[in-house]
């Protein structure tokens, strides 16, 4: 029998349609603005220009063939114009289609999504072969800039659009697609009732008000990252919209109150306040970290990866609230902590509108009164019925547990169980988020399917060499050693790391190591490191069955990456 969770007590109130309010009606709000970056500066709109500006570019839309239910797709990085043509689709009741830059050819995206019309932007602009930027179906972002700012009306005035038609909340707004992580990104249509429920339960949570200012820097190909625009515009708030590497700057301009970011940029941030002489104090820590962002942060949002309990402490011991989730493509958000609702390690509280239960195989599976889909539009034969149940619920694959007090933790995925040789089930995530801890270890990833014991390999804080490379690697090496062996004590005996690979560069997204969410790219790593776990295994032979008795040395090497 699978293990069923009660779910909520009572019902929550219809959420607010946001979606509608936004397609229908037109802002008015000259108060609260837009933020954005434009080159080496920010600039700023109120909420009614912003709202405006959408409208025009809406009017070029409709007169470039898009109709209601048409699909847009957008493919370039952040910037105003992204935002814009979103907002423009879903003002002629059309759908986007978040697409990620330079990963496909401009062709074969408007073939597979059946999109009306394609916007490209500097790191996905036309190829050779595709239509022209300033005609045809693939077009150059950058026009959208014109078509925004341009009121001198003419045969596109936005007066002239047809009344809106209206989204039924079963009806489709958006598409977005999967990471990529576990294989080909997949896609899926989004419905309208899902958003709506959703931005209903984080306004409950978080009550986005007047005085906040949300900052976005994460690609808003992600649908969830542009909740916080709409968010605006129906609840009355700031909103700022960078990218990666100009969140901080960003931050100490338009000083937000939130931030949005997943925990590799929390991580970063901490790496670099120890690197610089991170005050001892909570307080003075929690004003170096109010001054790096702005001064005004009320909390910080984080998800889409899970969040190691050191990253966790940093922030919330300095009174700078860190708060983590859990969600998917698939279901979107399930679960947060928030203020009022928080414990350290777990991803929160069940929201009101979702309910989950545990099936035979321990695999958390969500269910939600408005899901974002049934099924994927576009992916192999037979993935959807992998993830998507007759039930309408999604199997996760995930594997976690619930407390008395109804806060869910998610322990690990099912394809993160490693069996040793000697059949002992270990579940890396917990093993990794104990090695991330040691000093000068930034990031890790366990492996030892089929093996006699578990091997880490390490992707350092700094270069383990410094100045003086083979001194400064020894010393890195000997310190990881001993404290891996220190660790060992604490851990279970299945658990238990007797070697280290020390990885010749840190994992990141340019390297491929993690994805664009800043999770761990396990296979591709494994597959970097396989002749340096080959060798590894190969020399050091130890087996860990349960009845080693005194603790064995814990190999620590520097890895060649040779991938095979």
């Given at each position: 029998m699978s293990e069923q969770l009660p779910g909520p007590v009572q019902s929550p109130p219809p959420p607010v349609d946001v979606i509608g309010t936004i397609?229908?009606?037109?802002?008015?709000?000259?108060?609260?603005?837009?933020?954005?970056?434009?080159?080496?500066?920010?600039?700023?709109?109120?909420?009614a220009e912003f709202d405006a500006a959408a409208l025009r570019v809406a009017a070029r839309l409709h007169a470039l063939g898009v109709r209601a239910r048409d699909r847009v797709g957008v493919m370039a990085p952040n910037r105003i114009e992204w935002?814009?043509?979103?907002?423009?689709?879903?003002?002629?009741?059309?759908?986007?289609?978040?697409?990620?830059?330079?990963?496909?050819?401009?062709?074969?995206?408007?073939?597979?999504?059946?999109?009306?019309?394609l916007f490209t932007g500097d790191a996905g602009g036309p190829r050779p072969g595709d239509a022209g930027p300033d005609s045809g179906p693939v077009r150059d972002i950058a026009q959208v800039r014109a078509w925004a700012f341009d009121s001198s009306g003419g045969p596109t005035d936005p007066s002239d659009l047809p009344p809106h038609p209206g989204y039924d909340p079963a009806d489709i707004c958006a598409i977005k697609q999967t990471s990529g992580s576990t294989g080909p990104p997949k896609g899926i249509e989004v419905t309208v009732a899902s958003i709506n429920q959703s931005l209903a339960a984080v306004q409950e949570m978080f009550d986005h008000r007047d005085?906040?200012?949300?900052?976005?820097?994460?690609?808003?190909?992600?649908?969830?990252?542009?909740?916080?625009?709409?968010?605006?515009?129906?609840?009355?708030?700031?909103?700022?919209l960078a990218d990666r590497v100009t969140a901080e700057t960003t931050a100490r301009a338009v000083s937000p109150t939130v931030v949005m970011g997943v925990p590799g940029f929390y991580e970063q941030l901490k790496a670099r306040f120890e690197a610089d002489g991170v005050p001892a104090g909570p307080a003075d820590r929690g004003a170096a970290i109010q001054q790096a962002l702005g001064g005004r942060v009320r909390y910080l949002w984080t998800g889409s990866a899970p969040a190691g309990r050191q990253v966790l402490r940093f922030f919330n011991d300095a009174g700078v609230p860190l708060y983590e989730g859990y969600g998917l493509n698939e279901t979107c958000i399930v679960s947060k902590n928030h203020p009022g609702a928080f414990r350290l390690g777990s991803v929160g509280q069940v929201l009101p509108h979702k309910r989950i239960r545990f099936d035979e195989d321990g695999v958390l599976v969500v269910g939600s009164s408005a899901p974002v889909n049934t099924r994927y539009t576009w992916c192999a034969p037979g993935t959807s019925e992998k993830v998507f149940l007759p039930t309408g619920e999604v199997r996760t694959y995930d594997v976690g547990h619930v407390d008395e007090d109804g806060f869910l933790y998610i322990d690990g995925r099912v394809d993160d169980i490693v069996t040793l040789s000697g059949a002992l089930n270990v579940l890396v995530p917990l093993v990794e988020e104990r090695v991330r801890e040691l000093p000068g270890v930034h990031d890790c990833a366990v492996f030892g399917d089929g093996r006699p014991y578990l091997t880490v390999v390490v992707s350092p804080a700094a270069s383990p060499g410094g100045a003086d490379r083979a001194d400064g690697g020894r010393r890195y090496r000997e310190e990881l050693a001993r404290g891996?062996?220190?660790?060992?004590?604490?851990?279970?005996?299945?658990?238990?790391?007797?070697?280290?690979?020390?990885a010749e560069e840190p994992f990141s997204i340019d390297n491929g190591l993690l994805n664009a969410q800043y999770k761990l790219v396990r296979g591709r790593i494994g597959a970097r490191y396989a002749q340096d776990l080959e060798r590894v295994y190969d020399e050091h032979r130890v087996y860990n069955d349960g009845t080693i008795g005194s603790a064995p040395v814990v190999v620590v090497r520097e890895a060649e990456g040779q991938e095979q």
């Open positions: 397609a229908r009606g037109s802002c008015r709000d000259t108060r609260h603005r837009l933020h954005y970056r434009d080159g080496d500066e920010v600039r700023s709109l109120s909420l935002v814009l043509l979103d907002l423009a689709v879903l003002k002629l009741g059309a759908v986007t289609a978040g697409i990620e830059p330079d990963r496909y050819e401009p062709s074969a995206v408007l073939a597979e999504f059946g999109l009306t019309l005085g906040d200012n949300l900052l976005v820097f994460l690609p808003v190909r992600f649908l969830q990252q542009r909740y916080w625009f709409y968010s605006a515009l129906v609840h009355g708030h700031d909103v700022t891996l062996t220190k660790l060992n004590e604490e851990l279970r005996y299945e658990q238990r790391v007797y070697a280290a690979l020390v």
